[in-house]
């Protein structure tokens, strides 16, 4: 470490406390992402515990040079969060900062500190009697300002939107080390350029989220879940169709999973009964959430006119609607657990696409048929969000192959075939997870070059010195 490098961890010390500056020592949670892709080396870890700090130690950093990779829960699956190889990044880890600094139920409002688990937001606006609708797998480690920051997804985006539509003012630390207070409740605000849309989504690369508003919702007084049996995925889209109109706003979820996905789960977690699994007459299996304001006995009548209508036009072939909550999470719990398992299975290419909801059939059916045929014996694995035309179209390697030399040697040619195939049906390369520095090359061949030159303009507006995230979203 250079002298200034130790004036700097020194002055980061001074900031944060000492046991909060991490150099030494196994730092593989910080520098290692969660799908063992992306590896660096870090200058350090800080872990600060206020917005004052996080502000300080830009502050040091932007006059020291050093470059800043914002962590939350390091749970992002685009090669983000973690620094590069040349060990001067720091890695400014906002885990201490979990407060809930306030909560309106009236407003219907909560405002968190940016290192606050999703789970935990969860947790607390159930207690206070509402509802934070954000939900995806990884909820037990992910942050708010995770969230925020990738602009996160999930199962329940059918309904409640993005992490986008659910937040309504931000805290960001500058790049240069200012604070921005925009930390409005408010539902409606015209004054101006919206900057906090233009920090969420930009994955780090523009500032540091600190603190955020969120809206909350009232808790569904009934909430069914149902796992149909679908004869294909033309047939699952059709089976949406029906849910939108018999469910209205009721439909909170729609999930759809290969039989080769949920196969990949009843391999690696036998304890798990996973229904319908039989690939030759249920090629798909959906889940579907219908919640409820009136009462349980209203959801179930709705949800069983929608299923006997769904019966009667072919659209199921079979189903099993929950009889009670713990039956439920059973079976989102099918769900969830697809990406752990086919991590189980071994390395893949993960794609997460959106392609109008219209067009996904026709989709999977010709880039299914365009992969079997450049690699002989691959696996598909296809899951996702049907309801919001966003799916996780993965690759796996061969049954026999070797999962590390088919990375190596396939997966340029395999995310051009899967790329290509998603600009023709007019979809986005990347649904929910971001781009960070896996799909950066990719953005850039398949975003438009006015698109890119306004985001780099926007960066270098923001962050002329370019010292937060860099490399990730655009090319350093
Ligand atoms: P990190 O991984 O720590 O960081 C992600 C990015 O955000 C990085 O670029 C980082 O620099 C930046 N960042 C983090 N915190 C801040 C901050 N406070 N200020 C500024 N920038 C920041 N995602 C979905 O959208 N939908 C899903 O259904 C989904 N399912 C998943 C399932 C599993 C099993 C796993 C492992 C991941 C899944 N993800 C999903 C991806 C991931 O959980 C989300 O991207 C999540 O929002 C990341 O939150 P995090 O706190 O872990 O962020």
Excluded at 46 to 75: D, F, H, L, M, W
Excluded at 325 to 336: F, G, P, S, V
Aim: charged letters at 20%.
């Amino acid at each position: 470490m250079s002298t200034t490098d130790n004036e700097l961890i020194e002055a980061l010390r001074r900031i944060a406390g000492p046991s909060h500056v991490l150099c030494d020592g196994d730092l593989a949670a910080w520098e290692q992402d969660w799908r063992k892709r992306a590896r660096g080396k870090a200058l350090a870890v800080a872990r600060p515990a206020s917005t004052a700090e996080v502000a300080a130690i830009v502050k040091a950093c932007a006059a020291a040079g050093v470059s800043i990779v914002t962590q939350g829960g390091n749970t992002g699956l685009v090669g983000g969060s973690t620094p590069d190889a040349s060990g001067r990044q720091l890695v400014l880890s906002l885990q201490r900062m979990t407060a809930v600094r306030q909560l309106d139920p009236e407003n219907l409002t909560v405002t968190v500190e940016a290192g606050c688990v999703l789970q935990n937001l969860q947790d607390t606006a159930e207690k206070a009697g509402l509802l934070f609708p954000l939900s995806l797998a990884a909820e037990g480690s992910c942050t708010i300002g995770g969230n925020l920051a990738t602009n996160a997804g999930g199962t329940q985006v059918v309904r409640y939107g993005n992490a986008r539509d659910l937040c309504l003012g931000l805290e960001v630390v500058t790049a240069q080390g200012e604070v921005w207070n925009g930390l409005s409740g408010l539902r409606k605000d015209n004054t101006g350029y919206d900057l906090r849309n233009l920090f969420i989504g930009s994955e780090g690369t523009l500032g540091v989220i600190t603190a955020a508003t969120l809206k909350l919702y009232p808790r569904p007084a009934a909430q069914l879940t149902a796992w149909a049996a679908v004869p294909s995925l033309e047939q699952a889209v059709a089976l949406l169709g029906l849910a939108h109109r018999h469910l209205g706003a009721g439909l909170t979820g729609f999930e759809v999973m290969g039989q080769f996905a949920l196969s990949l789960v009843a391999r690696h977690f036998p304890q798990m009964r996973v229904p319908f699994l039989d690939a030759d007459s249920t090629p798909y299996c959906v889940l579907l959430e219908n919640s409820d304001s009136e009462s349980e006995d209203h959801a179930r009548a709705r949800f069983e006119a929608l299923l006997e209508t769904a019966f009667e036009n072919g659209c199921v072939s079979d189903a099993v609607v929950a009889e009670n909550l713990t039956q439920a999470h059973q079976l989102w719990h099918i769900r969830e657990s697809i990406p752990l398992a086919q991590a189980e299975e071994g390395l893949n290419i993960k794609h997460d696409i959106s392609i109008p909801v219209s067009r996904i059939p026709e989709f999977v059916r010709s880039t299914d048929a365009l992969l079997k045929q450049a690699i002989p014996g691959v696996r598909l694995v296809n899951f996702g969000h049907l309801g919001d035309g966003n799916l996780h179209y993965n690759v796996q390697a061969p049954a026999d192959g070797d999962a590390k030399a088919f990375l190596r040697d396939q997966e340029e040619r395999v995310n051009s075939l899967v790329y290509d195939a998603v600009q023709r049906f007019d979809g986005s390369i990347s649904a929910e997870h971001g781009v960070g520095s896996l799909k950066l090359e990719k953005l850039e061949k398949h975003k438009s070059p006015v698109a890119l030159d306004l985001m780099r303009s926007i960066k270098q507006a923001l962050d002329p010195q370019n010292l937060m995230n860099p490399g990730r979203v655009l090319r350093a």
